[in-house]
């Protein structure tokens, strides 16, 4: 929910007085009028005395959540028809519970999708729809309750909008882990079930409440069906930061039409003025002659009317914003504005400029020769906004370059390496005019790719990468100046390393020519950056007493390059690690919890950390050992998976077998005489005699040694 529950402050608010207005606009440099300026109010305030309503009133239709009334909707509608606007605005609240929303979930909904009651698309949309269902009809009855002669057409026609926020329950918010895109897709399918609803009650205006980390926490990337709505935007602390935040960016790509900020103990909000488009034109003389452009709102739905205040009788807007010309102008800029305003009260200001008879030049301004091109080069000045052929007259370049009465830029011969400017200007028989320029650069070659690159210091050993160059004739030499020996260019512009490089930032430059003598210069970086080393072996391992002894693991990391070497920094004495990462014990260890930690390196300058615990604990000590004569048929194998079987009698239920670290031992069959164990050892477990803890279902244990080989 918004921020509704403050307490209402109730005092004399001068908050729509002429000084503090004229004090706020000198302050933002902008006009911010009585009739921008309003409040938001819902069922938090139905205690309190509320305020004059200033320009606008917003009253929000639900209880909290979808599918609720606002126990004070009648009389706050009241205060909000106060207004100067005198119509009431609303804003639903809007969630996506799930089946969780018991009888409120539709269960076996047709219209106006498919829905069985589970999480899906079509579920999610219809509780939307009904929702919005819901929240017009409470308006509707709230109006009829005051006596407003159309109340369906009075709902229908006032601005609503969609409050999204994170507060309500969402499919993407109450998982605890990653929302996945099928819950971002169910939720934006809720928010466009209700839209779609109040559209189809009538409504032409509605947008949504929401800020940018919301909408996206809630829809991911799956508002496209929604995109292009305008938007109302909280979170901002003054007056003058909202005013500001209208020029800012849109989450649905929509209008930003309002803006929220606190006001006097309430929610207060701030009107974006309508900014139209396109504010420029250009044209010919002879084209002004039936010249129009449509000035338009984007992210508007609503009719806006516009009203000339200058430029007539040169230009003329009509009031749906259709600007013409009533008869060819001369040429020169021409600027008409006025106001703009829609139904639901939004204002704003135009301006159209229509730039006349003014040639703009549309050829490359900048040309790349290699030497022998420049004897036979030839370009074709053009341009736009003529009306008819073109002539250019030329005023600086030659004799090196030369400009025809067609615009046609040719050479004097060939050009030495350097770089060329011609300039001059052009008209046509209308009396269009404009003006010129060519930069040619000849001989000079141009690195074209690739100027950077990352890698990491394993990879850095066999890194290459080639460099490229434009404006070439033939084939190119490179010759390196700096950057050896850690990067080396070769002739043909390969660069490699002399090996693996540490990290760090390396550098190459020097000179790229051909034959015919063109000349550049390349510069190429690499950046060598460490990789974080991940230990890959277990965190966690649980032991009994009487094994760690002689016990010892392995630490394993992945993204090495080459050996690894370990520096313990916590452990010891219980816990020893060797530099090549052997984990062991000083001995018997007591029953308990034992830590060891530290950092471990490869030798191109990868680092890591590596931690791990090991429980201790001992055996349970019982009064009956179990089965008796109990003997192992086979041996373990290190390394490798066999089939071991445990004679004895006694057994039952398929007992648990407990075996050394890197050990497991599972029962696959059990005939009161016999186990038949699965044995799986890891690589590197010492060899010799073990004991395997056979613990019975009623918690008896007994043990029996094997040998591992």
Known sequence: MRRHSIRVIVAVLGVLSGLWLASAAGAQGASVTPSSLGYDVSFPQCAASLPSPGGFGIVGVNDGHPLSVNPCLGPEITWAVTSLSAVSQFYVNTANPGASALAQWPQSQTTPQAC??????????????????????????????????????????????????????????????????????????????????????????????????????????????????????????????????????????????????????????????????????????????????????????????FTQASGAPSLLVSASGLVSTPSQLAPGTYVATGTMSSPDGLS????????????????????????????????????????????????SGAPSLLVSPSGLVSTSGALARRTYTLTGAMSDAAGDAGTYSLSLTVGQLSQAGPVRSTSSPAASATFTDQIIATGAAGPLSFTQSVGGPSLLVSPSGLISTSGALAPGSYVVRGLMSDAAGDQGRFFYNLLVSATSLSQSSPSSISVLSAATTGFTTQLTFAGAAGPLSFSQSSGTPSLLVSPS?????????????????????????????????????????????????????????????????????????????????????????????????RVSVAARTRRGVHVFVIVLPDGKICSVRYVQR
């Open 116 to 305: 069985a009651g589970a999480n899906t698309l079509g579920c999610s949309y219809d509780y939307g729809w009904n929702a919005g269902q819901a929240s017009f009809q409470a308006v509707v009855e709230a109006e009829t309750q005051r006596g407003t002669s159309s109340p369906t057409v009075t709902a229908s026609s006032a601005s609503w909008w969609l409050d999204v926020e994170t507060g309500n329950t969402w499919q993407s918010l109450r998982t605890g882990s990653a929302p996945t895109s099928a819950q971002f897709a169910n939720d934006a399918a809720m928010i466009a079930g209700e839209r779609a609803a109040l559209v189809n009650l009538g409504v032409t205006s509605l947008g949504i409440y929401a800020t940018s980390q919301q909408w996206r926490a809630i829809v991911g990337n799956q508002g496209a069906a929604l995109a292009g709505v305008k938007v109302w935007m909280p979170g901002y602390a003054t007056l003058a930061a909202a005013v500001s935040a209208c020029a800012g960016p849109s989450f649905t790509g929509g209008r930003v039409a309002m803006i929220q900020y606190p006001s006097n103990g309430l929610d207060g909000d701030y009107l974006c003025g309508l900014v139209s488009t396109p504010s420029a034109g250009v044209s010919s003389v002879p084209g002004t002659q039936g010249f129009s452009q449509q000035l338009s709102v984007s992210g508007e739905s609503l009719p806006v009317s």
């Open 348 to 395: 704003g200001t135009f301006s159209y400029a229509l730039v006349v008879g003014q040639l703009t030049q549309s050829s490359p301004s900048t040309v790349a020769l290699t030497l022998p091109a420049s004897a036979s080069f030839t370009e074709q000045l053009t341009a736009s906004g003529a009306g008819g052929p073109l002539s250019f007259t030329q005023t």
């Open 581 to 677: 990462g052997l984990i062991s014990t000083s001995g018997a260890l007591a029953p308990g919890t034992y830590s060891v930690a530290g950092s471990v390196a490869d030798t191109v300058g990868d680092t890591g950390t590596f931690a791990l615990s090991v429980t201790v604990s001992a055996p349970t000590p019982v009064a009956d050992p179990g089965p008796k004569a109990l003997r192992v048929l086979g041996y373990a194998v290190t390394g490798r998976t066999v089939s071991l079987s445990v004679l004895g009698v006694g057994f039952f239920g398929r007992p648990t077998i407990v075996a050394p670290v890197g050990t497991r031992a599972v029962v696959v069959r059990d005939t009161g005489r016999l186990l038949g164990l």
